[in-house]
């Protein structure tokens, strides 16, 4: 017969243990010792394939590319020796990109990683891009964005291809004593850089100080407005079985957080809406503008122009894997271009768009695009992605 006294240890142990159970069971399900590992990481691995997947080849690397929330908005049709590029314009930000702009931005990005790998596999590519402006939120239907035609030519590898397995968004801690360098920033604009495409570093204090209020004003605006709010959470995955589930979307893998505070983050309960924003633009204020040596902005003559959109995201896919090859960290920053969008969707003025232009001193261009570029403290985490079955149209 049991003790009084011995009932409560052998309760209270009992009650430890299943407390224990319960938190190791939490801690798998929340993928706290999986970060950036199974299903949805595998295409970072088979990025190359095999000889005998053909045209398919370089649509391995095409779906490795920076795209806006991870939203992996597009489509591949093959067709003889042609790949088409359509936009899944089901994968949108809604009010966050009502005009499909940074959609577009990473449809670019997808084929610059396309046109790379097909290169190093032995392949010229031919890009045409589709004609038009984009309009206001669009249907849901995919389209055409871009045609891709290739013929044989004798394989050639660079530096930017091989970069394209390491180059992850970076929202965590730069070096903000370490310079990036002028050679360095001279290398990086001339690989974006072209007739339709401006790019201009930010390294004047005083300069870099102005683009990064605006940032946060952006940002504030941003949380201030109910639907942007909702239509940039819907995109945020917690939990391993969400993430195999989707794989798409922002993880706290890749939110910046060092490693015991990103496990802290898995075990505790998700965030509330309000919650995430309040931390989002602590986060944009004291980490990654505090910490960033250098601000960029991408500009093109009409940023609502489909070869224009098309052209930047191009650009910043060459910026950031020559980033990456040079051992630097990027991160899209792009908050008031989102804010001028939505302003021009509700009717409003806007006021980021100007201020943006006389910072850069480019008048008779628009601003597309804003980043950030340095030395990282620590490596980033791998994005997860939809594998290229997915992504195919018959």
């Keep these: 017969m049991l003790t009084h006294r011995r009932a409560l240890v052998i309760g209270g142990g009992a009650a430890v243990g299943l407390l224990c159970a319960g938190s190791v069971y939490r801690a798998w399900d929340r993928g706290v010792w999986s970060s950036g590992q199974g299903i949805a990481y595998a295409p970072w691995q088979d990025w190359q394939g095999q000889a005998a997947d053909g045209f398919k080849r370089p649509l391995r690397a095409a779906i490795l590319a920076s795209n806006p929330h991870d939203t992996q908005p597009w489509l591949f049709g093959i067709a003889d020796s042609a790949i088409t590029v359509f936009a899944d314009r089901s ?11 940074e959609m577009h931005l990473g449809l670019g990005a997808a084929v610059e990683n396309l046109v790379l790998a097909a290169g190093a596999f032995g392949w010229a590519a031919d ?32 530096a930017l291809f091989d970069a394209i397995p390491n180059r992850h968004t970076h929202r965590g801690p730069y070096r ?15 690989l974006a850089a072209s007739d339709a495409v401006r790019v201009v570093f930010v390294e004047d204090a005083n300069a870099r100080g102005e683009l990064a209020a605006l940032i946060v004003a952006a940002t504030e605006r941003i949380i201030g407005d109910p639907q942007m709010s909702a239509d940039s959470a819907r995109w945020y995955r917690t939990g391993r079985r969400e993430i195999a589930a989707h794989r798409d979307g922002v993880t706290i893998d890749t939110a910046g957080l060092s490693p015991l505070v990103t496990a802290t983050a898995k075990l505790l309960p998700d965030l509330d809406a309000q919650s995430a924003d309040r931390y989002w633009l602590a986060a944009t204020k004291d980490t990654e503008l505090a910490t960033a040596p250098v601000l960029g902005v991408i500009l093109v003559r009409d940023r609502l122009d489909m070869r224009s959109a098309i052209a930047a995201g191009r650009a910043w896919q060459r910026l950031h894997l020559g980033a990456t090859a040079e051992g630097l960290a990027a991160q899209p920053l792009n908050q008031p271009v989102e804010c001028t969008d939505r302003s021009a969707m509700i009717g409003k003025s806007d006021s980021f768009g100007p201020a943006i232009i006389k910072l850069a001193a480019a008048p008779g261009w628009e601003p597309t695009f804003v980043f950030r570029l340095g030395v990282a403290e620590r490596p980033a985490n791998r994005s997860p992605r939809r594998a290229l079955s997915e992504v195919l149209r018959s």
Aim: net charge neutral.
């Design 127 to 158: 890009v045409v891009p589709a004609d038009g402006t984009l309009g206001l939120s669009p249907d849901d239907t995919p389209v055409a964005a871009v045609q891709i035609s290739l013929t044989p030519m004798p394989p050639a590898r660079n």
């Design 176 to 190: 903000a004593d370490q310079s990036v360098g002028s050679e360095r920033l001279q290398r990086l604009a001339a």
């Design 91 to 101: 994968r949108h930000l809604g009010s966050f990109d009502p005009f499909r702009r």
